[in-house]
């Protein structure tokens, strides 16, 4: 699937549109317009949503490409579940430093001290991260076949590009 039809296949399935369904994907709740009448959801709470949805069809993509049954898909999903939690908090935290790092650049007189522990705090989060994902792809290989960990290695990487490539999209419409 090209990525302007994936973006609009994953836009369709964030949504609830009938799309998803129709191509097999796991059926979405259809949900309403963030702000609109009736919505009483707070933002933490469509994040939650959303990212529930993006691994809902994370979770279809993986099945189809590796042709998982469902031996195979119970014991991969707890795996990736186990790790998910693990990753965001530590991308949230890179992006708590970048803003850190933006807003004492943006400083009349930026600290040099504060900068140097920033920066810090970027390298070692970035090794943890790393140390996650081989801690990740250990764990994965015990469960899958060689070929499924190939075509696993080559689809994790493209299914985050083009979730993150959707999600900047949506954000900048939203600006």
């Not at 949805?53 to 119970?74: C, G, N, P, Q, Y």
């Not at 014991?75 to 807003?103: S, T």
């Amino acid at each position: 699937m090209k990525t302007g039809a994936f973006a609009l296949w994953l836009a369709l399935a964030l949504s609830g549109g009938s799309l998803a369904r129709a191509e097999g994907a796991p059926a979405v709740a259809p949900a309403a317009k963030p702000g609109g009448a009736g919505d009483h959801r707070s933002a933490d709470q469509l994040r939650k949503e959303v990212l529930e949805r993006m691994r809902a069809l994370r979770a279809f993509k993986i099945v189809d490409e590796l042709k998982l049954d469902e031996t195979a898909s119970a014991r991969l999903f707890p795996i990736l579940a186990k790790y998910d939690d693990r990753e965001l908090a530590l991308g949230n935290e890179r992006h708590d430093i970048v803003r850190e790092l933006k807003a004492e650049l943006a400083a009349p007189r930026p600290d040099d001290a504060r900068i140097s522990k920033a920066i810090d705090r970027l390298l070692a989060n970035r090794v943890r991260r790393h140390a996650l994902q081989d801690e990740q792809i250990k764990d994965l290989r015990k469960v899958l076949t060689p070929v499924q960990q190939a075509k696993l290695a080559l689809l994790l990487p493209r299914l985050e590009r083009d979730f993150s490539r959707f999600v900047h999209q949506v954000a900048e419409k939203g600006d």
